[in-house]
């Protein structure tokens, strides 16, 4: 009975172990760049010009049809009126258009990371995802990391009907293990 005891508890602590989320990093020099949008830094970041509107960074971004995901970005603004908008086509070339992942964002003094736009589900094999400087009346902004992120889903056998599952199956075997040391 211990033993089968332990072996459960090891097995709970299995399947109620969060699953990690995949990352693939974005290679910013992919990007197809338009309305003067360019890389620098050996193509390590991609800069937007001021008061310059319609520059952007356009990505194709591999996926899995039903997967949620969502995307983090590290980028730099050079003033506080400045922002990004950041745009989702969750079905690649289907005929979805984009929509924007949250509002206008800025990210202030310093490099700083986005943790995590909204998420979204993918909907086709490959997505397509825009960053866009915020237009006149900006300066200068940077983009300097791009990350896709896997959110994961619901764990099976987790959850109440789980564990009244398992307790079901323990008992059961203690039954049995009792009639037959009799």
Known sequence: MRHALAAFVVASGLLAMPAAAGAITIDLSQADLVGGASLIGGGSKIKFDSQVSGESATFTLPSIPGQEYSIQVTGHSDASSSFFQF??????????????????????????????????INVGSSDFFRIVNGGAGNTAGQITGLSLLAVPGPIMGAGLPGLLAACGALLLFARRRQRRAC
């Open 87 to 120: 745009l989702i086509d969750a079905d690649g070339p289907g005929p979805g258009g984009f929509v924007q992942l949250g509002q206008n964002l800025n990210f202030g003094s310093g490099f700083q990371t986005v943790m995590l736009l909204p998420t979204f």
